[in-house]
């Protein structure tokens, strides 16, 4: 019955019929002969504002994908239990069963206007010592972990972003705050893979040295590393970017690492192209050779359109990230990382 109500809520999601575009074959080859982890997307849709369409594309690329929900910090079960009307099942439920395996995100800090980071409880505040903010997390992931059973739970977004932008100080009781919240899904849903997430980016791509000491003070909230990578921002061309570019931060977790969002920019007006992004990919793929990986999750299945740039949450440099493009063609890239999706694997 699940998976029945499952497609009439995905019969329902659907406002226009959608066409999906045959492309030849890239011309660059995957440097792979089997793959050891899952792939996926997050289906942002075309600008036939189809969802239906946008999750029946994500199939054809993997089967991971992020679950965002507003709010995504203190309320989230709320937004998570609630059915839709006419199926009569969750968002959560319905991508279970259409197939996809959902990374639940809880993040225990937003961005407020004017404000930059504070607690993702609507109060405003910084201090993520307050025992009533930390209990109300740890409630929330808990009630998510005993009702959904999630295969993998994001309890953190690039964290990392903490330490850049309020210090050291914020970041440790941060960090703390991530083993509590691990501690209580593992208890209420022992199978679940707890992620927490930096910005390899804020990591490495900065002035001094590598930032690998805030991957060794997330030990023991994790079962999963994961990272999201947009070195577009710092290399003109993947060939530049160096061999050990992902390869050393294994020096510091022993546990497998989860890309929750990887991407390259075709946008030109930021110097990219869509030729750079089927490098990248390669680059990818060839520089994480041999790492123990769990999933690789493309940023986004369709550009974002430039409506969406608000310079407060969206922001231009998010332009040109998806596989395909806004007006639903696909770019080159699509067809590698679907055959990657294609290969024999996990």
Known sequence: MAVGRARLLLLSLAATPFVVCVTHAPRQT???????????????VDRSHNPAAALLLSKEVGRVTMLWMEPNGVGLYNGLARADPSAKVTRFETMVALGFIPIVTLNPWTVAPGRGIVRNDGSGSADFRDTGFRQRMCDE??????????????????VNSVYEQLGAE????????????????KKESPATKVVVVLSYSQLVDVQGEPRFRLVSALRGSYDVLGLTTYPWKRYARPAEMPQN?????????????????????SDERQGGSDEEQVEFLVRFLELTRGMKLEFVNW???????????????????????????????PKPV?????????????
């Open 334 to 346: 699509w067809s590698l990382f679907r055959s990657l999706a294609a290969m024999p694997g996990p």
């Open 141 to 158: 992931a808990s009630r998510i972990a005993r009702r959904f059973r999630p295969r993998y739970f994001s309890i953190g977004n690039e």
């Open 245 to 265: 570019y992902y390869s050393r931060v294994t020096a510091f977790t022993d546990a497998p690492i989860g890309f929750t969002e990887i991407g390259w920019s």
């Open 170 to 185: 914020r970041f440790a009781e941060l960090a703390a705050l991530e083993k509590d919240l691990h501690r209580v899904v």
């Open 30 to 44: 995957i440097p792979l002969v089997r793959r050891t982890f899952l792939t996926g997307t997050t289906p942002t």
């Open 299 to 329: 940023a986004f299945l369709h550009d974002l359109p430039e409506s969406a740039v608000t310079g407060f949450v969206v922001q231009r440099s998010h332009l040109g990230l998806g596989l395909r493009r806004y007006d639903g063609t």
